[in-house]
């Protein structure tokens, strides 16, 4: 773990062994299951395709899923975390508002995804976030 300072921010950890990374990951899925009590199958649209009959974890308004992304499906093997809105009464599936996904290890430099889309309506699952990553 490395730790980075930049001028007037707070310091962070630049996680990049296969174990860290692992370790935040399992601390944010338990965080936001903690505070995400329900539970709903739905499919999950974003640009390119659904993913269908997903297994959604949702506080009612917010719902977070994420699954693995791994080598042999794509050149950027990753773990995916999808956040999003609960669809209005009556409306079927969900979009990504939000995506974080992390490699399983070290840094590829590779976006995985540009799916950012109404982060401020997401306060639960960033601050959360923040506060299993950042220690805030």
Not at 41 to 66: L, Q
Request: aromatic share 8%.
């Amino acid at each position: 773990m490395k730790q980075r300072t930049q001028p007037g921010r707070d310091t962070y950890s630049l996680l990049e062994s296969k174990a860290e990374i692992a370790s935040a990951q399992r601390k944010l899925e338990a965080a936001i299951r903690q505070s995400f009590k329900g539970k709903a199958t739905t499919n999950i649209g974003y640009p390119g395709g659904t993913e269908r009959d997903a297994k959604v974890v949702t506080n009612g308004r917010y719902w977070f899923w994420s699954a693995d992304h791994p080598a042999g499906k794509t050149p950027n093997p990753r773990r995916l975390n999808w956040f999003g809105l609960m669809p209005q009464a009556g409306g079927t599936g969900v979009e990504i508002s939000v995506e974080i996904s992390t490699p399983y290890e070290g840094k590829n430099k590779v976006a995985g995804a540009s799916n950012h889309r109404h982060t401020h309506l997401l306060p639960d699952a960033a601050n959360t976030t923040r506060s299993v990553l950042f220690g805030r």
